[in-house]
């Protein structure tokens, strides 16, 4: 499974971005996927996740109300809507693909997750 994501950039304080990431495989519908993300200096975290059938999605305490994960099986995409962005929400953002039939740990682990992107910048000035 190869991982793109993409739709990173330089935004303000209060405007939105898109980011995309395109999965290379076949079966797209058998995988969860997150979104994680990293500041400089600081570990990777969890930012929200979907589960294979869209049915499951869970969100960070810091993004609930402001960003939205969707996905688009027959297109083998997910997307993370992102509004009302802050300065805090700088960083690295990653996609990130987990085969439920072998996966372990909680959603928001990093290490639950199998297959990563190569991630994408967002940077949000104040």
């Known amino acids: 499974v190869q991982l793109q994501a993409s739709g990173g950039g330089l935004v303000q304080a209060g405007g939105s971005l898109r980011l995309s990431c395109a999965a290379s495989?076949?079966?797209?519908?058998?995988?969860?996927m997150g979104w994680f993300r990293q500041a400089p200096g600081k570990e990777r975290e969890f930012v929200a996740r979907?589960?294979?059938?869209?049915?499951?999605?869970y969100y960070a305490d810091s993004v609930r109300g402001r960003f939205t994960i969707s996905r688009d099986n027959d297109k083998s995409t997910i997307l993370l809507q992102m509004n009302s962005l802050k300065p805090e929400d700088t960083a690295v953002y990653y996609c990130?693909?987990?085969?439920?039939?072998?996966?372990?740990?909680?959603?928001?682990?990093?290490?639950?997750?199998?297959?990563w992107g190569q991630g994408t910048l967002v940077t949000v000035s104040s």
């Open positions: 990130a693909a987990d085969d439920p039939l072998v996966s372990t740990g909680s959603y928001y682990w990093t290490g639950r997750y199998q297959y």
């Open positions: 495989v076949r079966t797209f519908g058998t995988y969860g």
């Open positions: 979907i589960s294979l059938d869209d049915s499951t999605i």
